[in-house]
């Protein structure tokens, strides 16, 4: 066995360890009976209810808004290009506080932005709105960017190809480069999702933290711990988890489902 391999796998072995270790301890802190009473309990289904339903608001938000701005940034030189790109990043690298921070002073009252929503009659601030505002604003940028990588790695002969056999630029988009682009689109609503699944320090700072109203599963774990209450915070960070782990299950299947298909497609054509 060579010995770089050896000195290589220590410190994977070390830190799926340490993962391992902190799965473990997390599903097995409390007796059964009591992680299923704590899974019953009404704040762990609002908070469920709450998060699933502002998640997938948040996420049909984010793909109006990410896929038009991953196409343009992948299929066109302009001025500014290499800006826009940096501000679609900045989400993804800012701290969540800081994001919600950012947004707060936004949609304030004392800001153009927030005194004009105001006068519309839209509260966004302290309100469920908000949280879907900051799941919108943390997956939008997650959704662009893996989108964007997606679409530049299409062969344009393609898209070419169906415009001269007469297909209008918007037709060809949605026939022939939206299913190419598939897989990586799918993986990229699925890291999106889960992004806005997870979303804490931005909710936190634009829609407060107030038991069976603004209670997602990442501010329930918070708010129990915060009171002592260890059984409500375990329940929802095991639910957390649980579709994390289902998330990364579907971005496996759906890698392996393509590969079969064009396994299949390169079978076929031989």
Not at 152 to 159: G, N
Not at 182 to 196: E, F, N, S
Not at 227 to 251: H, K, Q, R
Request: hydrophobic residues 55%; proline residues 4%; contains cysteine.
């Amino acid at each position: 066995m060579p010995a770089m391999f050896i000195a290589f796998l220590f410190p994977l072995v070390l830190f799926s360890s340490v993962i391992i270790g902190a799965v473990a301890s997390l599903l097995f802190y409390l007796s059964p009976n009591e992680l299923l009473q704590a899974f019953t309990s009404a704040e762990t289904w609002f908070a469920l209810r709450l998060t699933l339903s502002s998640s997938l608001i948040s996420l049909i938000a984010s793909l109006f808004l990410g896929i038009p701005s991953a196409y343009v940034l992948a299929r066109y030189r302009f001025a500014g290009k290499v800006v826009l790109e940096t501000l679609l990043d900045l989400p993804m690298v800012t701290p969540p506080l800081v994001a919600g921070l950012g947004l707060l002073f936004l949609l304030g009252r004392n800001n153009p932005v927030g005194h004009t929503l105001n006068n519309l009659g839209v509260e966004v601030l302290f309100t469920p709105l908000a949280i879907i505002v900051a799941q919108t604003y943390v997956a939008t940028s997650v959704i662009a960017r893996s989108a964007q990588a997606t679409f530049s790695q299409q062969d344009t002969e393609y898209r070419h190809m169906a415009m001269t056999l007469g297909l209008s630029s918007g037709w060809t988009f949605i026939l022939v480069e939206l299913p190419m682009a598939a897989k990586g689109l799918v993986a990229a609503i699925i890291l999106g999702w889960a992004r806005a699944l997870g979303e804490f320090g931005a909710t936190l700072m634009i829609a407060g933290a107030t038991r069976m109203y603004i209670e997602t599963l990442p501010v329930a774990v918070y708010l129990s711990i915060s009171s002592g209450e260890s059984e409500l915070a375990v329940a929802c960070a095991v639910i957390l988890l649980a579709l994390a782990f289902l998330l990364l299950i579907g971005i496996r299947l759906v890698n392996t489902a393509y590969s079969t298909v064009r396994i299949r497609h390169v079978e076929y054509s031989v």
